[in-house]
């Protein structure tokens, strides 16, 4: 099925671009009305390069291994291309392919959840209709800008530049000693993985060195653990379990689900949405922490949108802040993705985005950011980290 939808997006975004390419450049195309052209024509006929006198299916098979940025350049190289690649089918056509392999997405950069499933066009409908500017087949979205918002390699280009005053400040503020951020952490990932990110977390001393327990206690819960970014920020996490390690331990080996501790099932509100209550020592963390870390198991098949979605709105309405506390959710895996896995078979972890869209993200107040993240090698954590460090006010 994703298979047939791929080749109907490509099939759609070709005839669109060979549709443009008629209409505004008939001369592009190659063809020669009636076989000969006159001398005068030839003349003030402008010299094709290689790359313009290709069919057209061809030019967006090249554009296809094109990365963002040289498809913009490309864009820059004559006003054939630079109406060529904007084109917003084709944006569409690379937003609905490559977000499914972005690393992170965050509420900055989230594109709009409608686009996620609706396909291109449909197979029964035809783009005959679709006019320039007109309202036949409208596009009411710049795709265009929605990938390069989103694009891992393209989003530092798009955040708004901090004002100089706040440059000035977050300097002053640097030069203040700040108290140790804490940051509370729970989920399903924590317990149904076979490998332990937490236990891999206190073990990789290359990736995040421990710096100690400190004396903050907070009754059923501990003080947390202290670890060390950059060798320079020291942080801390408390780690918020479900139930104990014998009956975790045995619910995974059954592939079954415990009884979660953390919280208590008030029933469900006039909407039909579940409501959960954190037990008193979880609203006891969450009132102290400065942000939170959710772990989603991000493996194939698992995951209990709904419950997970009431269980972190109830985490974060017990957060008696001023501000909004931050949410990073790791979307972890217990191990890497083997070498024969590629863009042309299943993925077997939910793709960031959709992880967003699972958990309801989107319509939360608070800011957050999904990360792909592997227990075993604890790869993409650090960038995770690094935003929660950047989002509770620490200069990195």
Request: proline content about 6%; overall charge neutral; hydrophobic content about 35%.
């Amino acid at each position: 099925m994703e298979g047939q939808r791929q080749q109907l997006n490509e099939s759609v975004v070709i005839r669109s671009l060979r549709r443009f390419r008629d209409r505004y450049f008939p001369n592009r195309g190659g063809a020669v009305r009636g076989g000969l052209v006159s001398v005068e024509d030839a003349r003030d006929e402008p010299q094709l390069g290689f790359l313009d006198s290709l069919p057209v299916d061809i030019q967006f098979l090249i554009m296809s291994y094109l990365c963002p940025a040289d498809i913009c350049r490309l864009g820059a190289t004559s006003r054939y291309w630079r109406a060529l690649v904007r084109d917003p089918l084709l944006w569409r056509y690379f937003l609905l392919r490559d977000m499914l392999y972005w690393p992170s997405i965050d509420h900055v950069s989230m594109p709009q959840v409608e686009l996620l499933d609706a396909p291109l066009i449909n197979a029964d409908e035809s783009l005959d209709d679709r006019e320039e500017g007109g309202k036949g087949m409208e596009l009411k979205c710049d795709f265009m800008s929605e990938y390069l918002k989103g694009c891992p390699s393209c989003r530092q280009q798009w955040l708004p530049s901090r004002p100089a005053y706040e440059v000035v400040t977050s300097f002053l503020h640097s030069l203040v000693p700040s108290a140790e951020p804490r940051y509370a952490m729970f989920g399903p990932g924590m317990e149904q993985l076979d490998v332990s990110l937490v236990t891999r977390l206190m073990h990789a001393p290359d990736v995040l060195p421990v710096s100690g327990t400190p004396h903050r206690q907070i009754n059923g819960v501990g003080s947390g653990i202290s670890y060390l970014f950059n060798n320079q920020n020291k942080f801390n996490i408390l780690t918020l379990y479900s139930t104990n390690r014998a009956e975790r331990e045995r619910a995974r080996v059954q592939q079954q689900s415990v009884s979660n501790k953390l919280f208590n099932f008030e029933g469900r509100d006039d909407s039909g949405q579940l409501i959960y209550s954190p037990a008193p020592q979880v609203q006891q963390v969450c009132q102290v922490v400065d942000g939170f870390i959710y772990v989603a198991n991000a493996e194939h098949g698992k995951g209990e949108g709904e419950s997970e979605m009431a269980q972190i709105r109830a985490v974060l309405s017990s957060a008696r802040a001023s501000a909004p506390r931050p949410l990073l959710v790791l979307s972890c895996v217990s191990r890497e993705e083997s070498e024969t896995v590629s863009r042309n078979t299943a993925r077997s972890r939910t793709p960031c985005v959709y992880m967003a869209k699972r958990l309801g993200l989107s319509k939360l107040d608070n800011p957050w950011m999904v990360q792909d993240t592997v227990a075993e090698s604890l790869s993409g954590l650090l960038d995770g980290i690094a935003w929660l460090l950047r989002c509770s006010g620490v200069k990195l």
